[in-house]
């Protein structure tokens, strides 16, 4: 049906950058809001920042000014350029979507599987 597959997670010391990619594939007719969460070990699941259906974005006070997401539509990726990297940005990181498959359809939420992002202190 629908896929989202998340890469570029990695280990990283901290002050560094990664780039996280997700790229949607399958059954699409349009993709809708697009945002990337992480979840810490013990902690739960948070919203990280989100880019609208009109490529406007919202951040979780804890990365503005150091993560920037983007789209690209042609391609149904969404991108996460994380720079000033902290050990406290130490999580799993996912990518969601909300995925229309048909015309006059209801979108779906989607969530990609996960990828790991380690900053070392």
């Known amino acids: 049906q629908v896929q989202l597959v998340e890469s570029g997670g990695g280990l990283v010391q901290a002050g560094g950058s990664l780039k996280l990619s997700c790229t949607a594939s399958?059954?699409?007719?349009?993709?809708?809001?697009m945002a990337w969460y992480r979840q810490a070990p013990g902690k739960q699941r948070e919203l990280v920042a989100t880019?609208?259906?009109?490529?406007?974005?919202k951040y979780a006070d804890s990365v503005k000014g150091r993560f920037t997401i983007s789209r690209d539509n042609a391609k149904n990726t969404v991108n996460l350029q994380m720079t000033g990297l902290k050990p406290e940005d130490t999580a799993f990181y996912y990518c969601?979507?909300?995925?229309?498959?048909?015309?006059?359809?209801?979108?779906?939420?989607?969530w990609g599987q996960g990828t790991r992002v380690t900053v070392s202190s």
């Open positions: 880019i609208f259906s009109d490529s406007s974005t």
């Open positions: 399958g059954r699409i007719f349009s993709i809708g809001n």
């Open positions: 969601n979507a909300q995925i229309q498959m048909a015309i006059a359809t209801t979108p779906l939420n989607y």
